[in-house]
């Protein structure tokens, strides 16, 4: 499974931006997709996720803010980003759960967009 990620960027405070991250290659299905971001000397953390048949998680600090989509037609993720703050400044990645064998699942990761917000 490859992921590919689009849409990061430099952007004010206050301002939006949507980042894409489009499935391809060879699986049954897509299970879970999700955004996770990460700053240098700190863990990755979960963004959003969004689960087919679950209700959609968001972190505590981008509530009411961000938005995560999917369209299981193109195999793509969408993240909505407003109101951004400089500390949403990070790597965002994308992660993918995916069937890619019968019974059999692994999880899948972006190669990272780099979001940054000016004060």
């Known amino acids: 499974v490859q992921l590919v990620e689009s849409g990061g960027g430099l952007v004010q405070a206050g301002g939006s931006l949507r980042l894409s991250c489009a499935a391809s290659g060879s699986f049954f299905s897509i299970n879970d997709m999700g955004w996770y971001r990460q700053t240098p000397g700190k863990q990755r953390e979960l963004v959003a996720r969004i689960t087919t048949g679950v209700p959609t998680k968001y972190a505590d600090s981008v509530k009411g803010r961000f938005a995560i989509s999917r369209d299981n037609a193109k195999n793509t993720v969408y993240l909505q980003m407003n109101s951004l703050k400089p500390e949403d400044t990070a790597v965002y990645y994308c992660?993918?759960?995916?069937?890619?064998?019968?019974?059999?699942?692994?999880?899948?990761w972006g190669q990272g967009t780099q979001v940054a917000v000016s004060s």
């Open positions: 992660n993918v759960r995916a069937e890619y064998s019968v019974g059999l699942y692994g999880d899948y």
